[in-house]
């Protein structure tokens, strides 16, 4: 399952801004908030393109969404020294 950052945090039990903060931090982030290049392609972290109609400039505006796989949630407590449990499936 993909998680975006604010999901991942609540996973990892920390606010969304610290996370980011601390991902700038471990150079995961640029100061705008956008994925480095070089993480992507690792398999933990990818960027996922999204566009919304904006009446102002009567066009689409494109953005992304830094995201996370589970891989990559698991490997974002080890790299901020967060222990995570995992729940099997009743």
């Not at 601390?22 to 150079?27: A, C, S």
């Not at 933990?44 to 109609?53: G, I, K, Q």
């Amino acid at each position: 399952m993909n998680r975006t950052l604010d999901q991942a945090a609540a996973v990892l039990g920390i606010g969304p801004r610290k996370l980011r903060t601390r991902m700038r931090e471990l150079g995961l982030l640029n100061h705008a908030g956008e994925l480095i290049s070089s993480e992507r392609g690792q398999g933990r972290l990818f960027v996922d393109t999204r566009s919304r109609w904006n009446p102002a400039i009567n066009s689409y505006t494109h953005y992304g969404v830094v995201m996370a796989t589970e891989a990559g949630v698991a490997w974002l407590a080890g790299q901020l020294g967060i222990t995570i449990t995992r729940k099997d499936a009743a």
